[in-house]
Each structure stands twice: as C-alpha cells, then as structure tokens.
C-alpha cells in the first residue's frame, strides 16, 4: 500500500560500514519509502566512505554529536508525512521496518515502536543486565502511568504531527525516552510492533558496562530535564 504523504526514513550511523551496506539495501526494496536519510555522527571508520556509494541522501557530521542530535538535524531539515528512525546495524533484518510503517499509514496509531524478541542479538552473548532498559521503563511509567516494553527501542515510524508537537529533543541516549513521554503526554497512540529483527548488543566485559553507563546517565539526566520542564 502506498500512504498519502511522503515517508523518509532516517538512519542515524556511528562506525557502521560493516552492516550500513545490507541495512540500506533492504530499506530500500520497501515500496512506502520515499527517501532514505543516512546521517555519518562523526565515525572513525570508513562509514562515510561506504555510505556515499549506497545512492542515498546523506549528512555527514565531522564530529560526534549523539544520536538525538542527529535525529534533531533530519527533523529540521527534511519534508516529510511520516518519518522512520532506524539505526544502521539492523543488516538485512531492516526489511522488518515495513512492520513498522504499515500500521501508521493505515492509521492504526500515531507511532509504532518495534518490539524485539529477546533473541534478537547479533551474537550469542547476552547484553547488558536489563537494568538500563528496567530503568527507562520506570521512568516513562512515572511521567505517563502507562506501561511500554520498547522504551529503548530505536525502530520507530512517527506522524509528522507528533513530532511537531515536541519541544525536547536531548543530544544522546536519552532521545527514545524523551520522544516517548511527550507522544504519550500529548495525547498520541502507540502501537507496539513484534519484529525479528537483529542488531548489536553491548556485550558483559569492560566495554559494555562503559556503554550502559552512559546509556544510564543520560536517561537520568534526559528525566531530570523533563521533570523541571512539566
């Protein structure tokens, strides 16, 4: 089915020359799609390299700025009806989006966020300890009394009109929880959406733990924020 509207779809990229190739092709077998948007927030590898051969729109960022930002920028600049964010490790699993898309354009809800099973993971190592994710729930259901399982989920397909009534977008981790709390406080549905799609999890060593205690502090600091805006 093709919507009334024009559809982008964003892709927020950070060292992803690996996956970015296999995401970006089975975006664009989806017929709904009217622009791919890849945005480079700074990677030290070749992504941006890669990027610019695919045939897509791209914004490239010298420096890295985080994610939200990068979002922030294609919401400034692109014209849009709906507009999908989907991040650049999905790989071939990226065709999954039409999941996303079609119940938006059928106009079942406002966002649909995708829902990953829990053996959704690029390796056989499990991720962080669902502290972040127990954390990021909790803090949602506190703003809004009302429960949702993807609140870290960074697959989603938005109407223009929910974004347009957003005035708080935070630079880094803290964006899904942020754009979250004002769709739901601004009176907008969410339909959650089961997907098999595979992406990267931090991993139990070092490396991990630094990530989601970033990914912490963030969420802390983006419900702070939020808190002394109400």
Request: charge should be positive.
């Amino acid at each position: 089915m093709k919507q009334k509207g024009r559809l982008v779809c964003v892709v927020p990229v950070y060292n992803e020359s690996d996956l970015i190739v296999d995401t970006v092709e089975n975006l664009k077998k989806i017929d709904s799609i009217d622009e791919i948007l890849v945005i480079n927030d700074g990677s030290q590898d070749n992504t941006l390299e890669v990027v610019n051969t695919l045939g897509v729109s791209v914004i490239n960022l010298e420096k890295n700025h985080g994610k939200g930002y990068a979002m922030r920028r294609a919401i400034e600049t692109l014209e849009y009806e709906y507009i999908a964010f989907i991040d650049g490790d999905l790989g071939e699993t990226s065709i999954q989006t039409e999941k996303l898309i079609l119940p938006i354009i059928n106009g079942e809800a406002d966002v649909s966020i995708a829902k990953f099973s829990e053996r959704s993971t690029m390796t056989n190592t499990k991720g962080g300890f669902g502290i972040v994710k127990r954390f990021a729930k909790s803090g949602i259901y506190l703003f809004t009394k009302k429960e949702i399982d993807t609140s870290l989920s960074g697959q989603r397909v938005y109407k223009k009109q929910v974004i347009e009534k957003m005035n708080y977008i935070p630079d880094r981790y803290g964006i899904e929880v942020a754009m979250t709390i004002q769709t739901i406080n601004n009176g907008f549905s969410i339909i959650e959406v089961p997907v098999t799609m595979n992406h990267r999890y931090s991993q139990r060593n070092l490396k991990g733990f630094i990530h989601r205690g970033k990914q912490f502090m963030d969420i802390l600091k983006t419900f702070i924020v939020m808190y002394f805006r109400r």
